[in-house]
T-cell receptor, first 111, second 110 residues
Framework: DTAVSQTPKYLVTQMGNDKSIKCEQN?????MYWYKQDSKKFLKIMFS???????INETVPNRFSPKSPDKAHLNLHINSLELGDSAVYFC??????????FGQGTRLTVV | RKEVEQDPGPFNVPEGATVAFNCTYS??????FFWYRQDCRKEPKLLMS???SGNEDGRFTAQLNRASQYISLLIRDSKLSDSATYLC???????????FGTGTRLKVLA
């Protein structure tokens, strides 16, 4: 009965590949997020969707494309992976104004 | 200037000590404030919201000073299990964005 679940937990891939990370929440929240935590541990927002509509897009390279098929799912597709994309990617959801609840993270390593 | 700033630490304190962290934010339109805890290689978890009048949850007390644009977290009677990174989080009015500070690392020593 995990609240926010994302897959895979670990992802190791070569430069230039395309990969996807999936996220699902069973909390009934309207808003979902993707955050990136880099090697310096800084957690930075990338995207947010509210009821399947993109509401935040924080100057992320267009190689990153989020997709929300319904309000319980928010996936992240990354094209042409680069070494600098290596990080931990966290999915989160929020009922608005009361904080966000995070998935366990996907540790992406690009080699 | 970062939108949310914290002293990265580490704060090394003995068990039983009282420790306090501060966090400053730059956007005066910020309306909601939170403290999160993140353990090594884990996801951030909501520790507590911060209310204007200050609030307490067991050994943890959070305060907000809107005039000076800072929030604080006080931990009393520190336990070894309190060792973690504490993240200050701000939500700006009219946005869905939760902005994280860089975190303050706490190590409680036996």
């Amino acid at each position: 009965d995990t609240a926010v679940s994302q897959t895979p937990k670990y992802l190791v891939t070569q430069m230039g590949n395309d990969k996807s990370i999936k996220c699902e929440q069973n909390l009934g929240h309207d808003t979902m997020y993707w955050y990136k935590q880099d090697s310096k541990k800084f957690l930075k927002i990338m995207f947010s969707y509210n009821n399947k509509e993109l509401i935040i897009n924080e100057t992320v390279p267009n190689r990153f494309s989020p997709k929300s098929p319904d309000k319980a799912h928010l996936n992240l597709h990354i094209n042409s992976l680069e070494l600098g994309d290596s990080a931990v990617y966290f999915c989160a959801s929020s009922p608005s104004g009361v904080g966000a609840f995070f998935g366990q993270g996907t540790r992406l390593t690009v080699v | 200037r970062k939108e949310v700033e914290q002293d990265p630490g580490p704060f090394n304190v003995p068990e039983g000590a009282t420790v306090a962290f501060n966090c400053t934010y730059s956007n005066s339109a910020s309306q909601s404030f939170f403290w999160y805890r993140q353990d090594c290689r884990k996801e951030p978890k909501l520790l507590m919201s911060v209310y204007s009048s200050g609030n307490e949850d067991g050994r943890f007390t959070a305060q907000l000073n809107r005039a000076s644009q800072y929030i604080s977290l006080l931990i009393r009677d520190s336990k070894l299990s309190d060792s973690a990174t504490y993240l200050c989080v701000v939500n700006v009015m009219g946005t869905y964005k939760y902005i994280f500070g860089t975190g303050t690392r706490l190590k409680v020593l036996a």
